[in-house]
């Protein structure tokens, strides 16, 4: 893909596990994220596939954070609770889910 691909509302992208990597691939996939915004309601979003690397024209395999990925989100690093205005996110929540061996719960891991 070396054009963009945009997700709207409810649509997905599933990759099956025989999909091919073309590392020289110049694509953008897009997606519009919709969640519940209130301080006592969680939302779970997948990672993105990369981030751009405009340095190396390399758009595959790049290291990112969450605050790459969430324009315009401050992350808060005290105390549990967000703030709608500026929008803040409390990062006590942030956590991510290592694809490890044993793929349960314990795979889970507190990022901050």
Do not use: M
Not at 38 to 67: G, I, M, Q, R
């Amino acid at each position: 893909l070396d054009g963009t691909l945009k997700l709207e509302g409810d649509a997905q992208l599933v990759q099956t596990e025989h999909s091919s990597l073309d590392i020289t691939s110049a694509g953008i996939l897009e997606k519009d994220i919709i969640g519940t915004a209130d301080k006592y309601t969680y939302n779970y979003w997948a990672s993105p596939v990369s981030k751009p690397n405009n340095t190396t024209n390399n758009n595959n395999n790049n290291n990112y954070t969450v605050s790459d990925v969430f324009l315009d989100v401050d992350f808060l690093t005290t105390g549990y609770d967000g703030t709608e205005i500026p929008l803040g996110i409390a990062d006590y929540w942030i956590w991510k889910f290592s694809n490890k061996l044993s793929d349960d719960y314990a795979s889970w891991q507190h990022i901050r």
